[in-house]
C-alpha cells in the first residue's frame, strides 16, 4: 500500500483529464488511471466540430492535443483497471486486483457502455459470470472460460487466463488481428446471445452454435458504475449527481457520459473541472 492521495480519478477520457489538470492546479496530490491511448472514444471520432476552438479536428489529432497537455502539467496515467472501490468512510480504498490504492475523495470518469448487457450477463453475475478476468482466473484452474472481449486489452487477459484455464473461447466483438498467444485459445468470430445455467453458468449461446463453458468474462471498457462502487445511487444507468457533480457518498464525484446524456466532449470536460474543484472544496472542508 502506497501513499494516501487526495484525489484518485478514474478514467482518462475528457472528463478524468479535465478533473485532473484543474485538482492539478489546485496543488492536489492526485492519481489518474485510465488508458494509454486515453480513450477509444475520443480516438475513434472521425472529424469533430463541437469542440470549441477546434474546428474540423479528428479524434486521434484532439487525442494527441490532450495527451501534450497532460505532458505539459507532468500528469501520467496510471494504466491500471479499478475493479471496486470501497468507501471508508475516512477514505476510499480501490482495488486493482490484489493491490489497493487509497484517496481521500474520488471522481468517477469512466464514460458509459452503448452495449447492453447479454441475455443472462446480470442473472449469473458471481455465478460464473464476471468482469475481470484476471482477478478471477485462479477459480477456473483447469476449467474451460469463455472472453467476450470489446477491446484490444482483453486479449491480455485472455493471455493470462490461458496460462490457467484449460481452454479458452475468445468472442472478439471488433476486428483486428488478435494478440493471443497460446495453443488453448480458440477464436470464435460469432455474435453472443445468452448465458445460460441452473446454479451457474453453463452454456454460452451464440448465434452459430451453443459453447459448454465454466465461466464467462465480458471485458468492456467500463462497468456499471454500481457494480464498481458498491453502494453508488444509480437512475436510468448513469450516476445520479446534483449540480457540484456529488454522489450519493460523501468524497465521491462523478463527471462525462457516465453522469447522462447527453454524451459529448464538452460537457464531459466541463464536468470533469465542477467534479474537481468541488472535490478540492470537500478536501479543505476535512
Ligand atoms: C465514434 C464516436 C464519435 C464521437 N464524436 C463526438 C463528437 O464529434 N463530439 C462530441 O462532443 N462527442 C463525440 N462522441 C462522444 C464522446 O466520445 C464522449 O461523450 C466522451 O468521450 C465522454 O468522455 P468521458 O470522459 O465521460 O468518457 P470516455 O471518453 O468514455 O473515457 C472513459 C475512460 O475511462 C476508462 N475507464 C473506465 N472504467 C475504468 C476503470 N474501472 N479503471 C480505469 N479506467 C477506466 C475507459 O477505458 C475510458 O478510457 C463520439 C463518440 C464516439 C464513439
Do not use: W
Not at 471508508?88 to 452503448?114: Q, S
Not at 485462479?138 to 470489446?150: A, D, H, R, W
Not at 446534483?242 to 460537457?267: E, V, W
Request: include cysteine; charge should be negative.
Amino acid at each position: 500500500m502506497g501513499d494516501r492521495y487526495d484525489i484518485a480519478i478514474v478514467g482518462s477520457g475528457p472528463a478524468g483529464l479535465s478533473a485532473a489538470i484543474n485538482a492539478k492546479i489546485r496543488n492536489k496530490n492526485i492519481i489518474i488511471f485510465g488508458n494509454k491511448n486515453l480513450s477509444s472514444k475520443v480516438e475513434k471520432a472521425p472529424k469533430v466540430n463541437n469542440y470549441l476552438g477546434f474546428y474540423e479536428i479528428t479524434g486521434t489529432e484532439l487525442r494527441d492535443q490532450f495527451q501534450k497537455h497532460i505532458n505539459s502539467m507532468n500528469i501520467d496515467i496510471t494504466t491500471e483497471r479499478i475493479n471496486t472501490i470501497y468507501a471508508m468512510g475516512e477514505y476510499f480504498a480501490l482495488a486493482v486486483n490484489e493491490k489497493m490504492y487509497e484517496a481521500k475523495a474520488i471522481i468517477l470518469a469512466t464514460g458509459i457502455e452503448y452495449t447492453k448487457p447479454l441475455k443472462g450477463e446480470e442473472e449469473f453475475l458471481g455465478r460464473g459470470v464476471g468482469y475481470c478476468a484476471t482477478c478471477d482466473a485462479p477459480l477456473y484452474k483447469g476449467k474451460v472460460v469463455t472472453i467476450i472481449g470489446y477491446n484490444r486489452e482483453a486479449e491480455e487477459e485472455a493471455n493470462y487466463v490461458s496460462e490457467l484455464a484449460e481452454k479458452i473461447f475468445y468472442v472478439p466483438m471488433y476486428k483486428a488481428e488478435y494478440n493471443l498467444k497460446r495453443g488453448n485459445i480458440e477464436i470464435l468470430k460469432d455474435k453472443p446471445l445468452e448465458i445460460q445455467g441452473d446454479d451457474r453458468v453453463r452454456n454460452v449461446i451464440l448465434k452459430n452454435e451453443t459453447i459448454a463453458t465454466d465461466g464467462v468474462f465480458v471485458l468492456k471498457d467500463s462497468v456499471a458504475p454500481n457494480q464498481l462502487v458498491p453502494g453508488l445511487l444509480v437512475e436510468n444507468d448513469h450516476i445520479k449527481v446534483d449540480l457540484n457533480m456529488s454522489t450519493n457518498i460523501k468524497g465521491c464525484f462523478a463527471a462525462g457520459d457516465c453522469t447522462g446524456k447527453p454524451y459529448q466532449y464538452m460537457r464531459a470536460a466541463g464536468q470533469g473541472q465542477v467534479a474537481a474543484l468541488n472535490a478540492v472544496s470537500y478536501l479543505d472542508s476535512l
